[in-house]
């Protein structure tokens, strides 16, 4: 089946600090979705991309949608301590329909 | 509210017991999925419903797993004579279309002693 390699695994950074993660992929995706989840709480979207090459910014968020739809990023500028928490990236394929296949995540610590 | 609602948000119980687990959608989704966190990993897909289509049973691990979706809103995840590598977070997820963006809830953290 498909996998997600996400980068990197955990990350610590000063307040203030940009953040860049990513995630790859062997198989291609017509979707890429990138979630936060803070403890005990589900994931939320932040961003979603559907054109190959689509660079979306919400705030101090942007991702991009790799132009051979086998990767994505997402940047964090300005870090902040409530940036803390999992990152996920989520591909679909969109072939009549198609679940999501999720990374392993990303942690981020911010300290203040 | 407005979003994905989860019942129980915490449950224990002992190994071989049954379990079932509840989902509200969004008003309106007529897609469904369940999945389901262990520890430090990613969400793997169990099953997804879309309206009154047959269910995507695929990712289910094993016959034990079940899932119903009543009328095309309220799903029950059911876990018979449970295992000790049951014991996850099982998120429930909603969206508008089938390709929409899925929403979450918060989850049941199961527990199984």
């Known amino acids: 089946g498909q996998q997600l390699n996400q980068s990197p695994q955990s990350m610590f950074i000063q307040e203030g600090e940009d953040v860049s993660m990513n995630c790859t992929s062997s198989?291609?995706?017509?979707?890429w979705l990138w979630y936060k989840q803070d403890p005990g709480e589900g994931p939320v979207l932040l961003i979603a991309?559907?054109?190959?090459?689509e660079l979306t910014s919400n705030g101090r968020l942007t991702a991009q949608f790799g132009i051979t739809r086998k990767d994505s990023f997402l940047n964090i500028s300005a870090s902040i301590p409530s940036d803390v928490g999992i990152y996920f990236c989520?591909?679909?394929?969109?072939?009549?329909?198609?679940?999501?296949?999720f990374g392993k995540g990303t942690m981020l610590l911010v300290s203040p | 509210g407005a979003g994905v609602s989860q019942s129980p948000s915490n449950k224990v119980t002992e190994k071989g017991k049954d379990v079932e687990l509840r989902c509200d959608p969004i008003?309106?989704?007529?897609?469904l999925y369940w999945y389901r966190q262990s520890l430090g990993q990613g969400l793997e897909f169990l099953i997804y419903?879309?309206?009154?289509?047959?269910?995507?049973k695929s990712g289910l691990p094993s016959d034990r797993f079940s899932a119903e979706r009543t009328g095309g809103s309220v799903s029950t995840l059911t876990i018979q004579r449970t295992q000790q590598e049951d014991s996850a977070v099982y998120l429930c997820?909603?969206?508008?279309?089938?390709?929409?963006?899925?929403?979450f809830g918060d989850g049941t953290r199961l527990s199984i002693l």
């Open positions: 997820a909603s969206s508008l279309a089938t390709l929409g963006p899925q929403h």
């Open positions: 198989s291609i995706f017509n979707t």
């Open positions: 991309l559907y054109k190959a090459g």
């Open positions: 989520a591909g679909q394929m969109n072939s009549g329909y198609s679940t999501l296949t």
């Open positions: 008003s309106g989704h007529t897609a």
């Open positions: 419903f879309q309206g009154n289509s047959a269910p995507d």
